[in-house]
T-cell receptor
Framework: GQNIDQPTEMTATEGAIVQINCTYQTSGFNGLFWYQQHAGEAPTFLSYNVLDGLEEKGRFSSFLSRSKGYSYLLLKELQMKDSASYLC??????????????FGKGTKLSVKP | DAGITQSPRHKVTETGTPVTLRCHQTENHRYMYWYRQDPGHGLRLIHYSYGVKDTDKGEVSDGYSVSRSKTEDFLLTLESATSSQTSVYFCAIKETGRGQETQYFGPGTRLLVL
C-alpha cells in the first residue's frame, strides 16, 4: 500500500526552530518533496531529497532516511510568514506509474509572536 | 511561476451541469496534471498527460475526463457535476532539470457545485 503520514498541526514561536516529520510507505521510491502552501494559495516547491542525508537551503533544511522511510523539514529562525501548510510528497515509481507524486495530508504550522 | 494559468479561477455551478476547467502553460512542458484538494485529504491526482493526446487516470478519476489537443492546454471536464466535486482544483506541470523532476502548480480553481 501507499501511505504518507505527517502531523496535522504544529505551533511554534517566532525566532525558534521547528521540525516537521514525514513517514512514508510506498511501492517504490524515487524522491521526496516538500511544498509550502499558504492559505488560499497554490503549493510552492521547497526541497527535494533522493539520497540519504541533509539538504540545506537558507533557513530551510530537509533530511531523508530511505531505510527508515522518514524525512523531516527543519525551519530555522521562524518568521510569521512561515505560517502555512507544509506538504510532504513521494515520487513512487512502480510499473506504469509514470513516477507520479503521492502527497501527505499536510501539516499546518502556526507561528506565534 | 512556471508560466501556468488556470481558468476560471472561481466557479459556482449547479448539480448536473457540465463544467470545463482549463490549464494553460507557456513553456512547452510535456507532463501536465490535474489535482483536487479537499480538507482532510490533501492533494489527490485526478488525471495526467504525458503528451498531446496522451492521458491517463490518477487516483480519483471517476466523474472526470480530460483532453490535451495541444501542448499548452490541458482541459478537465466534469460531465455532470455533483456536490462531491466541490473542491479546489490545481493544475501542475513537471519540469526536468539539474538531475531532478519537480512539479510546479498553477494558482488553482475554486469550484462550488450547488
Amino acid at each position: 500500500g501507499q501511505n504518507i503520514d505527517q502531523p496535522t498541526e504544529m505551533t511554534a514561536t517566532e525566532g525558534a526552530i521547528v521540525q516537521i516529520n514525514c513517514t512514508y510507505q510506498t511501492s517504490g521510491f524515487n524522491g521526496l518533496f516538500w511544498y509550502q502552501q499558504h492559505a488560499g494559495e497554490a503549493p510552492t516547491f521547497l526541497s527535494y531529497n533522493v539520497l540519504d542525508g541533509l539538504e540545506e537551503k537558507g533557513r530551510f533544511s530537509s533530511f531523508l532516511s530511505r531505510s527508515k522511510g522518514y524525512s523531516y523539514l527543519l525551519l530555522k529562525e521562524l518568521q510569521m510568514k512561515d505560517s502555512a501548510s507544509y506538504l510532504c510528497a513521494v515520487r513512487d515509481y512502480y510499473g506504469g506509474s509514470q513516477g507520479n507524486l503521492i502527497f501527505g495530508k499536510g501539516t499546518k504550522l502556526s507561528v506565534k509572536p | 511561476d512556471a508560466g501556468i494559468t488556470q481558468s476560471p479561477r472561481h466557479k459556482v455551478t449547479e448539480t448536473g451541469t457540465p463544467v470545463t476547467l482549463r490549464c494553460h502553460q507557456t513553456e512547452n512542458h510535456r507532463y501536465m496534471y490535474w489535482y483536487r484538494q479537499d480538507p482532510g485529504h490533501g492533494l489527490r491526482l485526478i488525471h495526467y498527460s504525458y503528451g498531446v493526446k496522451d492521458t491517463d487516470k490518477g487516483e480519483v478519476s471517476d466523474g472526470y475526463s480530460v483532453s490535451r489537443s495541444k501542448t499548452e492546454d490541458f482541459l478537465l471536464t466534469l460531465e455532470s457535476a455533483t456536490s462531491s466535486q466541490t473542491s479546489v482544483y490545481f493544475c501542475a506541470i513537471k519540469e526536468t532539470g539539474r538531475g531532478q523532476e519537480t512539479q510546479y502548480f498553477g494558482p488553482g480553481t475554486r469550484l462550488l457545485v450547488l
